[in-house]
């Protein structure tokens, strides 16, 4: 099933300022930044860690889960998601996102937003 915790990804109205920030004042390194028309960067110490992924709010309106949410990769998501509905989570097959990831997404019992991916940001 889960196999890390990826990351938290924000939405920003100004993503390339919010990356900016991050990145060019408290000095996190941009190990990777793009992510297509996705509009989106992960601001981390080392691209293998957890990190914050910031995407743009304009172009993921419609798709996101949340303002904030939890980010845990896992092996393969279909197994995963086989595992979680035989427990009784009530969620959504996986789907190929538009940044060429394959995730899920959920809310726990509290409504906190969390997104499973298959291998990782």
Do not use: H
Not at 20 to 27: I, K, N, Q, T
Not at 76 to 102: F, I, N, R, V
């Amino acid at each position: 099933m889960i196999t890390a915790f990826d990351g938290i990804n924000l939405y920003s109205k100004d993503p390339a300022a919010l990356v900016a920030f991050y990145s060019e004042v408290l000095g996190i390194p941009v190990p990777f930044e793009g992510y297509g028309e996705a509009g989106g960067a992960k601001i981390a110490i080392d691209a293998s860690q957890p990190g914050i992924i910031i995407w743009n709010a304009d172009k993921w309106e419609n798709l996101t889960t949340g303002t904030v949410n939890l980010v845990f990769s896992c092996g393969s998501l279909d197994e995963t998601y086989e595992q979680l509905k035989a427990k009784g989570l009530d969620c959504q097959p996986p789907a190929t996102m538009e940044y060429g990831g394959k995730e899920m997404n959920f809310r726990d019992p509290d409504g906190n937003a969390i997104t499973l991916l298959e291998g990782g940001y």
